[in-house]
């Protein structure tokens, strides 16, 4: 029996937060030397990856709730993916990229690597190139710090620029409300913003926190959300103080932790179970501080093959 190469991949990606960002000093390449803790969260973009006419070259298409400002030009992290994938395995240049993005750009869930990661795992299916998880991370790093984490998901320690991954272990399910914006931040501008509110200050080399290890295999929320962590946080709040007014609502009704993920502005609010997160959510809706709000819970699995036709 003769077998029909597939035509069109479905890969469904997971959003990310971070547990912990620490950030060291800036290096000379321009990049910060970090150690974080993922965990990737029940907030999904799905991307299709199909092969095109003829000459028509590598076109990206976006819908969902999260469209603007995606960029659809080559900046696009999945079209930069793909391009490095079409050279590095000599593979055709006419593919269809279409993203349903359910994950907020610029908003510090990853939403730019989850695509690019997404698109390798799509091409990797499509072409049966059967790669290893290092090729993968390979061509992923340099497109976006988290992409390697976003192939992987789950829970895991991210050090160097936060592309050095290994596997954490975690117990447990935890429940988090997210505080979203509809206007994202940039994260270089964050960065740049961390190292001149540290400036003249002795900044030491970052380690992992144990207590947040700890937390996670005992599946403890309530000692997670004492340890949670983000060195980019007082940046992030510079550069868009309405973010300390909805971290203080979180406070108000009872969050176990809230941080702001990642350079922002997304801000996660940890709660103990399901009705917790809904009393918290109608709290943060009514505040009128926050564009809008969606529950979540993780860890999750990373990106995965949904549909091969
Ligand atoms: O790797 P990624 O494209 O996500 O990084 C975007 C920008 O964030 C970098 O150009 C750099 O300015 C900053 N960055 C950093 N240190 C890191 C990760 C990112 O300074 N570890």
Redesign the pocket.
């Known amino acids: 029996m003769t077998r029909i190469a597939p035509s069109s991949v479905l890969v469904r990606v997971p959003a990310k937060i971070n547990l912990q960002l620490s950030v060291g000093p ?1 290096e000379d390449d ?5 150690v974080t803790v993922f965990q990737s969260i029940s907030l999904y973009d799905d991307v299709k990856v199909s092969l095109a006419e003829a000459g028509s070259g590598i076109r990206v298409d976006i819908a969902g709730d999260h469209t603007h400002g995606v960029p659809i030009d080559d900046s696009n992290l999945s079209t930069r993916a793909a391009f490095l994938m079409c050279e590095r395995y000599d593979l055709p240049t006419d593919l269809k990229i279409e993203i349903v993005k359910s994950i907020p750009v610029a908003g510090g869930l990853a939403g730019g ?1 989850a695509d690019a990661a997404a698109t390798i795992l799509a091409l990797d299916s499509l072409f049966e190139l059967a790669l290893s998880r290092d090729e993968m991370h390979a061509i992923g790093a340099p497109i ?3 992409v390697p984490f976003m192939l992987n998901g789950g829970t895991a320690v991210g050090r160097g ?2 592309d050095q991954i290994t596997a954490a272990l975690s117990r447990g399910s935890y429940h988090w409300v997210l505080a979203l914006s509809s206007i994202g931040l940039s ?2 501008a964050v ?1 740049g913003e961390c190292d001149r509110l540290r400036a003249g200050m002795q900044v030491a080399e970052p380690h992992v926190n144990d207590k947040v290890l700890q937390a996670l295999l005992a599946a403890d929320p309530v000692a997670l959300g004492k340890t949670l962590v983000n060195d980019l946080q007082p940046a992030s709040c510079s550069l868009r103080p309405a973010l300390r007014l909805i971290l203080d609502v979180g406070d108000e009704y009872g969050a176990l932790g809230s941080i702001v993920s990642g350079s922002g502005p997304t801000v996660a609010f940890l709660v103990s179970d399901e009705d917790h997160g809904l009393d918290l959510a109608v709290a943060l809706t009514s505040s009128g501080v926050v564009g809008s709000v969606t529950r979540v819970n993780g860890p999750v699995s990373g990106a995965k093959v949904t549909e091969i036709y």
């Open positions: 800036k321009g990049y910060h030397g970090i690597s976006g710090s988290d620029r936060g994260t270089p960065y």
